[in-house]
């Protein structure tokens, strides 16, 4: 091509494409124009590079010109999806969890602690010290309560029950006694006169004893070393409907064969956790250290998945930032994002192809983001890029780049399970301030302030809170008022992508002068001053890229393929002279 060539860069992300025509003449690049679009299907399929070809061919009619040669990065998907994993544990806490994630009928009220003893071994228990009695999954509910009630007859001081089954409720009706009846317990390695403490919550009621940490400790008898980590525990625990838990009596156990898992290569070594235990490790340590997956309730990761890295997203652990009231949003669930380990091999060539122009794979997506944001006028020369795109979150430091599953569908994902609303709609409402319509003129803003409102709102907008769309109020909550939606927001976006760069950023043994964000996730300002927030100990400053000193943080893996390729074409056009 010649020196002076028109040249495409193309950026298919998880969320948006985006393309970037500029010049190239004497390593120099002269910028044309630019566009997006929404990307179509999963990232690297050919339908997404359909869309971009559809992209492209807009951009070259609306200027009336045409791109001689295409170039990309090479091209790596993430899934994000909310799954039911049981809450987060570290590896070695000295308590588990009983109660399955996804359970939702606990019986009775109230709080007890006392030794397990099995069903079938209750007839025959003749001490009077407080026990809990548990019922597996092969004893009908009839016979479970006819057994406890001749128990509390003949004096059994039944304090509480587990239920391997969902029969909570019918239980607790069958017995002559209120106590708290927590169903779908997992029963497997729960030995006889171990210590079990068990709590449910009268509907609206708070919890009072498993949500201290230093009661759980004297209730289980664990001495107090272990009352840092049981603080942890219980925190993750701290909503639940219904909670059970017993000491950890030795190591926790390696998943099954057929269970879900996440690996971990250490110290020359694969080590298998379970989900709920791996959420720690995922959350504290840089990525890396994850190698393989399996989830089968995630479509992607039904089988064994080989990865680059993950992150969990512990819904339930967001009233740490809003503190919401029960039943306005739905914390159950874990968003999971997961970056695959291989590349999508043809993507230029099917890009080519649907084109009829040279394509060409040039770069990888951090190094494209970071040569495309270091164009950003008076950066620091220390500065660390980051690169917040839909999937992955990118960052670049003068001698170390590091990639993390999770970025700004995690927020999308987090904020459409949380309010029970369509994807689309939590795209847009994620970003922005929204008011609460309290009559056909007057809506209330976040900050406190009534307003006027310029025309009727719609019926359907009133008594909701709405998020101001193109042409009208789009309403997406009933249960939320406007000052809760906002501290709601900032905690997800804390807990998403700002939580995720904060681990990230423990991979530079330096902390830089400013860490500059670029991608479409930088132009969100809250979450700019989340991530601020998160990088404040480290003393680390936060700025948004400025690509080319006119996009704005966005193009910054477009833009920056070609000016790659502008400094490739001038070497070549140098050693050619010489």
């Known amino acids: 091509m010649s020196a002076a060539g028109l040249v495409a860069g193309v950026d298919v992300g998880n969320h948006t494409t985006?393309?970037?025509?500029?010049?190239?003449?004497?390593?120099?690049?002269?910028?044309?124009?630019?566009?997006?679009?929404?990307?179509?299907?999963r990232k690297g399929s050919r339908q997404s590079l359909e869309g971009a070809a559809a992209l492209l061919h807009r951009l070259e009619v609306d200027l009336r010109v045409r791109a001689e040669l295409l170039v990309l990065s090479a091209i790596r998907p993430v899934d994000t999806a909310t799954a039911p994993l049981a809450p987060a544990t570290a590896p070695h806490a000295p308590v588990r969890s009983?109660?399955?994630?996804d359970a939702s009928t606990p019986a009775g009220s109230g709080y007890a602690v006392g030794r397990h003893v099995p069903l079938a071994a209750l007839a025959h228990d003749d001490r009077h010290d407080a026990i809990i009695?548990?019922?597996?999954?092969t004893t009908d509910f009839e016979?479970?309560?006819?057994?406890?009630?001749?128990?509390?007859g003949n004096g059994a001081n039944v304090v509480g029950v587990l239920a391997a089954q969902d029969d909570a409720v019918l239980i607790r009706n069958r017995i002559p006694i209120d106590v708290p009846v927590?169903?779908?317990?997992?029963?497997?390695?729960?030995?006889?006169?171990?210590?079990?403490?068990?709590?449910?919550?009268?509907?609206?009621?708070?919890?009072?004893?498993?949500?201290?940490?230093?009661?759980?400790?004297?209730?289980?008898?664990?001495?107090?070393?272990?009352?840092?980590?049981?603080?942890?525990?219980?925190?993750?625990l701290a909503d639940s409907p219904a909670i059970a838990l017993t000491p950890r009596t030795g190591p926790p156990e390696p998943p099954a064969p057929d269970d879900d898992y996440v690996e971990f290569a250490r110290d020359g070594e694969h080590v298998r956790y379970p989900p709920a235990q791996a959420h720690a490790i995922l959350r504290r340590e840089p990525p890396g250290g994850v190698v393989r997956i399996r989830l089968g309730s995630v479509s992607t990761a039904d089988h064994e998945t080989a990865v680059d890295d993950a992150f969990f997203t512990d819904l339930s652990a967001l009233d740490n930032g809003a503190w919401l009231r029960r039943g306005v949003a739905d914390a159950s669930g874990t968003v999971v994002a997961l970056l695959a380990a291989d590349h999508v091999e043809d993507a230029a060539v099917t890009l080519a192809e649907l084109t009829g122009r040279p394509a060409r794979t040039l770069a990888s997506e951090p190094e494209a983001a970071a040569r495309g944001a270091r164009t950003t006028p008076g950066l620091p020369p220390d500065s660390v890029v980051c690169d917040i795109g839909g999937g992955t979150i990118d960052l670049v430091g003068a001698d170390r780049t590091v990639t993390?599953?999770?970025a700004g569908e995690t927020i999308t994902v987090a904020v459409a399970k949380m309010l029970g609303i369509p994807r689309a709609l939590a795209e847009r409402v994620k970003r922005t301030p929204a008011i609460r319509v309290e009559g056909p003129h007057v809506a209330h803003e976040e900050d406190g302030r009534r307003l006027?409102?310029?025309?009727?709102?719609?019926?359907?907008?009133?008594?909701?809170?709405c998020t101001r769309g193109a042409a009208a109020l789009v309403p997406f909550s009933s249960r939320l008022a406007a000052e809760e939606w906002r501290s709601l927001r900032l905690a997800i976006k804390q807990e998403t992508v700002a939580?995720?760069?904060?681990?990230?950023?423990?991979?530079?043994e330096k902390p830089p002068t400013a860490l500059v964000l670029a991608g479409g996730g930088a132009l969100d300002d809250e979450l700019l001053r989340t991530v601020g927030e998160s990088l404040r100990t480290v003393g680390v400053v936060v700025g948004r890229a400025n690509i080319d000193g006119v996009h704005g943080p966005r193009f910054a893996v477009a833009s920056g393929l070609v000016h790659l390729y502008a400094e490739s074409a001038g070497e070549r056009g140098a050693q050619e002279v010489s």
Do not use: W
């Not at 009695?133 to 999954?137: H, M």
């Not at 016979?143 to 509390?152: E, Q």
């Not at 006027?452 to 809170?465: K, N, Q, T, V």
């Not at 939580?499 to 530079?508: H, L, V």
């Open 452 to 465: 006027f409102l310029d025309a009727p709102a719609p019926a359907e907008a009133i008594g909701r809170l």
């Open 404 to 406: 993390a599953a999770g």
């Open 18 to 41: 985006e393309i970037v025509l500029a010049r190239v003449q004497d390593g120099r690049v002269h910028p044309v124009g630019h566009g997006q679009a929404p990307t179509r299907g």
């Open 182 to 236: 927590v169903d779908e317990v997992d029963l497997d390695g729960l030995a006889p006169d171990v210590l079990v403490a068990v709590e449910v919550v009268a509907e609206g009621r708070a919890y009072r004893a498993l949500a201290d940490p230093i009661a759980v400790c004297a209730a289980l008898e664990l001495g107090h070393e272990n009352l840092r980590d049981v603080a942890e525990f219980t925190r993750e």
């Open 499 to 508: 939580a995720n760069i904060a681990r990230c950023m423990k991979a530079f």
């Open 133 to 137: 009695v548990s019922v597996d999954a």
């Open 98 to 101: 009983l109660r399955r994630p």
């Open 143 to 152: 016979d479970a309560a006819a057994a406890i009630t001749d128990a509390v």
